[in-house]
């Protein structure tokens, strides 16, 4: 079994008016609950979208530092994540796939090691 970490970028969601959000709880949370009678959903969770409540730990250099907001600056920002654990690839596409029609938006992928 592999565990693939299945997430999505915030500004990879696009601009949608309310209703469009609405309609894809029940087809994102099919998604997991499917998983779940499978037996290979791990976790899955979309993160605070507010980055004033974010925070960074550092000791790089040699010091622990703990700051508030993101570590660094960038022009995308982790939206969710899903972590699942599976037999092969192609089972790991399957899910990437379901969550990707689920949510309505991308999704990458990537083994975790």
Known sequence: ???YAIYFHQQWVGDH???WFRS???PSTAVVRD??????LVFAGGLDEDLADAFSADATSGTLSITDGP??????QLGGI???DVPDLETA???AGRVAEGCGWPQ???VIR
């Open 1 to 3: 079994m592999t565990q």
């Open 17 to 19: 008016p309310a209703e």
């Open 24 to 26: 894809r709880v029940e």
């Open 35 to 40: 998983m779940e009678a499978a037996g290979v």
């Open 71 to 76: 570590y660094t600056e960038t022009v995308e």
């Open 82 to 84: 899903t972590i699942i």
């Open 93 to 95: 596409k399957m899910w």
């Open 108 to 110: 990458e992928v990537r």
